[in-house]
């Protein structure tokens, strides 16, 4: 009963749109018949129609709707009489643009009204078909990760190989850094510098990083990850005065932290992502001018395929099922291109291999799975982008898009 009353309640309402689309447009409009063989297919709607495609219902209901005023009582009682006693109703209708004659035209779209029926699906003709947020966090990876919130710091657990992986990126970082520096200190190389860790998890990276002299900020969406990184630091006084932890996406803090950060670490994190670009943007505006960015993260290839799904999640389970979507790996080349765009020089890309019966990570001059990645910031950074860097941006984005 409620489904038949508010499904009436929606027939008023557009009938009544009807009536009021006649007084917006002071010229005469025309509608094209649908009726087939009646010779009245004239006007925009059967051009492009053909006259063919509504249902006689569909076609009356048109007319009805489109002719405003000029429907009578009658036509309008029946019309809802009908629609209650009917379980579907599926009607292809296009939204209402202007040409210079002021001429109703349709383009296409899908209006589905179900009236006993749950309705399973509307899209209203005037609704946006895609989002137009700017966020780089997905939801379902926030999902993910929640799930697995507590097993961060258990070395023998599903985040193993990222224990093992310290050997190799926390080396890499603090080298890395060094050479920026003329003098550091002794037991803390790191010292003086500032650190955001994108995606820090439990806060694996953060913790070593801070104990290298490192000032961190540790952020990540998933407040979970967030609750057992500062858990687990309280542990260490010196950890806990060096590191700080936020629950938000990098896209928040762009505004509060412009060329704050020294460096900016992203490992493990670019394949979880929506918007690669608008990541990687959002990292070169917290980076101080001549600041690093590291990544790490898997190669879009054939053998990561194999391996790194797989293998590693539904053979071995090196790494829980869903974990990965292999649409979002990204390979070196396209990864450097995207950093070129924003004024980000590429300084070293490095293979990374993960040996899953010893547990640990080596060096590799192969790059077809794991790669780690150190980019540099120009230290004049160009407020406007050329043609040919435009046009490199977009081709970037279409094949991400693949």
Not at 321 to 335: D, I, N, Q
């Amino acid at each position: 009963m409620f489904k038949r009353t508010c499904n009436t309640f929606m027939i008023k309402i557009i009938i009544e749109v009807g009536s009021r689309w006649r007084e917006w447009v002071s010229e005469p409009f025309y509608w094209g018949s649908s009726e087939r063989g009646t010779g009245k297919e004239v006007g925009p709607f059967a051009t492009m129609w053909g006259g063919w495609k509504l249902n006689f219902f569909g076609g009356r209901f048109l007319r009805v709707l489109g002719s405003g005023c000029r429907g009578t009582q009658a036509e309008r009682l029946r019309l809802i009489s009908w629609a209650e006693n009917q379980p579907t109703w599926t009607l292809q209708i296009k939204p209402w643009v202007f040409n210079e004659y002021k001429t109703m035209w349709f383009k296409s779209c899908r209006m589905t009204f179900s009236c006993l029926n749950r309705i399973k699906n509307y899209r209203s003709p005037w609704k946006r078909l895609y989002s137009t947020s700017q966020s780089t966090v997905d939801s379902s990876e926030v999902k993910t990760f929640r799930a697995l919130a507590h097993k961060w710091w258990d070395e023998q657990g599903v985040y193993a190989p990222l224990h093992s992986m310290n050997d190799l990126r926390v080396p890499f970082i603090r080298d890395n850094l060094l050479k920026t520096v003329a003098n550091h200190q002794l037991g803390k190389p790191l010292s003086g510098m500032k650190i955001l860790d994108v995606g820090c998890g439990g806060g694996l990276l953060a913790e070593p990083l801070g104990r290298l002299g490192a000032s961190v900020v540790g952020i990540d969406p998933v407040d979970e990850n967030i609750k057992i990184a500062q858990h687990h630091k309280s542990f260490d006084p010196v950890l806990d005065k060096r590191i700080e932890y936020r629950v938000c996406s990098l896209e928040e803090i762009v505004e509060e932290k412009a060329e704050t950060f020294d460096a900016v670490i992203a490992s493990e994190v670019i394949e979880h992502v929506n918007d690669l670009e608008t990541f990687i943007q959002c990292c070169c505006q917290v980076l101080k001018p001549g600041g690093s960015l590291f990544i790490t993260t898997i190669n879009k290839t054939q053998l990561s395929y194999a391996l790194g799904i797989v293998f590693s999640e539904q053979v071995a389970g090196i790494v829980p099922k869903g974990t990965h979507m292999w649409e979002k790996f990204v390979s070196p080349e396209m990864l450097e291109s995207i950093l070129e765009s924003n004024g980000l020089s590429v300084q070293t890309v490095a293979g990374m291999l993960y040996n899953p019966f010893s547990g640990y990570w080596h060096w590799n001059k192969n790059t077809s799975l794991n790669y780690a990645a150190h980019a540099v910031r120009s230290m004049v950074q160009e407020h406007t982008v050329p043609a040919a860097n435009a046009a490199t941006s977009a081709g970037v984005h279409e094949e991400l898009k693949k």
